[in-house]
């Protein structure tokens, strides 16, 4: 069974950055896209970003040009680099497959960004 481990959340003030890990167990993402979703209180989860078939990138218009998906070189962690937060960034965020999730979901990390 694939298990997902999201880290790197915490409390920042807006304008402030965080930099989010996800470690997948197996290979799963030398064979899937790699994305990141969030879920913020009272909401649907929604996909942030994912990295498309030719390894570029697509971000959703509300972290366009402030977040970067990325993955290590071999695959195994894939990163959410999030620069100028602000508070409506404010989630639990998870990894998964992009664009569409099809592994069970972990436990996310939680970000919350201060005003």
């Known amino acids: 069974q694939v298990q997902l481990v999201e880290s790197g959340g915490g409390l920042v003030q807006a304008g402030g950055s965080l930099r989010l890990s996800c470690v997948a167990s197996g290979d799963i993402f030398k064979t899937n896209r790699a994305g990141w979703y969030r879920q913020a209180p009272g909401k649907q989860r929604e996909l942030v970003a994912y990295?498309?078939?030719?390894?570029?990138?697509s971000y959703r218009d509300a972290v366009k040009g402030r977040f970067t998906i990325a993955e290590d070189a071999d695959k195994k962690v894939v990163y959410l680099q999030m620069n100028r937060l602000k508070p409506e960034d404010t989630a639990v965020y998870y990894c998964?497959?992009?664009?569409?999730?099809?592994?069970?979901w972990g436990q996310g990390t939680q970000v919350t960004v201060s005003s």
């Open positions: 998964n497959s992009g664009p569409s999730p099809l592994f069970s």
């Open positions: 990295i498309t078939d030719r390894d570029s990138t």
